[in-house]
C-alpha cells in the first residue's frame, strides 16, 4: 500500500476545482498540484503545432477558453475547405455570430476534449491519462497531491491499482453545469 494520498476534485466548469486544490496546496504548505491534463496539454499542443505554454495560457484565459480560436484549425491548412471556413471565422468575429466562428476551429475546451476522446485514447485506451499521473506522482518526492480535473472513471482506475489513498470531493456551485463538457459528477456506482 502506497503513503500517498491524492485528493481530486470533481465538479462542473466554473465550480472551483483548481482554485480548491490551490488552497489545500497552500493552506497545508505541502504537496503537488498534479494535473489528468498535463499530458493532454502536450499531446494537444502537438497535435495542433503549438507551444504548451501558448496553449495553458489561452486556456487559462476564462475570456478566451470557450471561443473558437485559429490556434485550433479543424482542417488542412491550405485546403480551399480551410480558407472558406477561415473566412467565416472572420465573419463571424466581427459581428460575435459564434456558430460561424465554430465553422472551422475548436475553442481550447473542444481541442483539448477532441484530442483526448478522438485522437489519444481511441489508440492509448480510456486510462490513459491515469496512467500518465501515476507516472507523474510516482516521479514525485511529495506525499499529498492535488487535482483539479477529475471527472472520468476510467482515469482514476490506475491511481486506484496504484495503492494511492484516493479522495473524490465533490463541489457544487450555483449556474455550474457539465454542459460542453466531457467529464460527469463521479459516484460510488462508478467504482463497484
Given at each position: ?29 505541502t ?17 495542433f ?30 485546403s ?15 459581428f460575435?455570430i ?14 483539448l ?14 486510462d ?23 471527472g ?15 479522495y ?25
Amino acid at each position: 500500500m502506497s503513503n500517498k494520498t491524492i485528493v481530486i476534485f470533481n465538479a462542473p466548469i466554473g465550480a472551483g476545482k483548481d482554485v480548491s486544490a490551490d488552497f489545500m496546496l497552500s493552506y497545508f504548505n505541502t504537496g503537488l498540484k498534479a494535473s489528468f491534463k498535463d499530458a493532454l496539454y502536450v499531446d494537444t499542443a502537438k497535435h495542433f503545432n503549438i507551444a504548451v505554454s501558448d496553449l495553458i495560457d489561452h486556456h487559462n484565459d476564462r475570456s478566451l477558453k470557450e471561443i473558437p480560436s485559429e490556434m485550433f484549425n479543424k482542417y488542412e491548412k491550405h485546403s480551399l475547405k480551410q480558407y472558406t471556413l477561415a473566412f467565416l471565422y472572420v465573419v463571424g468575429a466581427l459581428f460575435n455570430i459564434r456558430s460561424l466562428m465554430s465553422l472551422g476551429y475548436y475553442s481550447s475546451r473542444e481541442a483539448l476534449i477532441h484530442v483526448s476522446e478522438n485522437i489519444v485514447k481511441p489508440k492509448q485506451g480510456n486510462d490513459f491519462y491515469g496512467r500518465k499521473l501515476v507516472e507523474t506522482i510516482e516521479a514525485s518526492s511529495e506525499r499529498y497531491i492535488f487535482t483539479g480535473d477529475g471527472g472520468f472513471r476510467n482515469e482514476l482506475v490506475p491511481l486506484l491499482e496504484a495503492g494511492y489513498n484516493v479522495y473524490i470531493v465533490q463541489l457544487e456551485r450555483n449556474g455550474a453545469t457539465f454542459d460542453n463538457d466531457s467529464r460527469k459528477l463521479l459516484t460510488e456506482d462508478d467504482f463497484k
